[in-house]
């Protein structure tokens, strides 16, 4: 049984369908480095990203897909899962060897898989959109913490660029540490209510995707929104666990605004028509944390 490893990035998986079409080799499985083999497994090739030969493959993708299903590609690597590897590298794997466009053949379990795999991203973008909770700092800039389960923020900041556009906000994903900063005016001084003590605050801005290579979605990070993370993450001036910011950065009115909130949050609450189940099915509990109306 072979089997191809490679380092989690976007880059090494394209890397490692190149090495496939030149050893002419089709390995069985395609596993992160450091995880455990599949049993059975008596030959290991160890791919060694490079980004020319990644290259190739996106632009070779490019020529034999529709625009949609590169999409759904790069959307489904959002996902983060591990069990999405040897299904993608199939999936991209069969492209090159049918020389054909078989995104929409779903009785290809490699297709259905990743298709799946990208529309549960997709409908995960959309619950960020209509879960974010925004704070208003003593400086103006808006706060908005997330934790979802998938990559969806490059998916969504376009989204809150043109809809906030005269606005200075920042959303920031809790779970992987790094977020998105929009100003209405860009100035040298990008995020003003971050921490000052011995430089910990320190803002580090960098524009595409977060796994170190090629980003699956080009346009992401670029225009209004600067992606940014922190050099520690234990001196943001938010809790990672409840979203909220420190209260000498708070605005004095935001409390007074988030109590009003969630005023007017049970009182359209109508007790007679309770229905907790739909409430769950529509709004996740995994999802409360950072709601001020659940707070």
Not at 55 to 75: D, S
Request: aromatic share 12%.
């Amino acid at each position: 049984m072979l089997v191809y490893t490679f380092d989690r990035t976007f880059d090494g998986l394209l890397t490692a369908v190149f090495d496939a079409f030149a050893l002419h080799q089709q390995p069985e499985e395609l596993v992160a480095e450091g995880d455990v083999l599949p049993m059975f497994c008596d030959e290991v090739h160890h791919v060694a990203t490079a980004s020319d030969k990644s290259g190739r493959v996106w632009r070779g993708l490019e020529k034999q897909l529709k625009r949609e299903a590169l999409h759904l590609i790069a959307v489904s690597w959002l996902s983060e899962s591990r069990e999405l590897y040897t299904p993608l590298f199939h999936y991209i794997y069969k492209v090159f060897q049918l020389k054909a466009d078989i995104s929409t053949n779903f009785s290809d379990a490699d297709v259905l898989y990743v298709t799946n795999t990208a529309r549960r991203v997709m409908h995960e973008q959309h619950r960020m959109k209509q879960f974010l909770r925004f704070q208003k700092a003593k400086d103006g800039t808006y706060l908005g913490v997330v934790s979802p389960d998938n990559d969806v923020l490059p998916l969504i900041i376009d989204h809150f660029a043109d809809r906030f556009r005269d606005q200075q906000w920042l959303i920031f994903d809790a779970r992987r540490k790094y977020g998105y900063y929009h100003a209405a005016e860009r100035t040298a001084d990008m995020v003003s209510f971050s921490p000052p003590s011995e430089g910990s605050g320190e803002v580090i801005s960098s524009e595409g995707s977060g796994d170190g290579g090629r980003s699956p979605l080009p346009s992401e990070g670029s225009g209004e929104a600067l992606r940014i993370t922190f050099e520690n993450a234990d001196a943001l001036p938010f809790d990672l666990q409840t979203g909220k910011l420190s209260d000498e950065l708070l605005s004095e009115n935001d409390q007074l605004f988030q109590e009003l909130w969630r005023t007017y949050f049970k009182a359209i609450c109508i007790r007679e028509r309770l229905n907790p189940k739909k409430q769950l099915n529509d709004m996740p509990r995994r999802y409360w944390r950072y709601l001020t109306e659940k707070q």
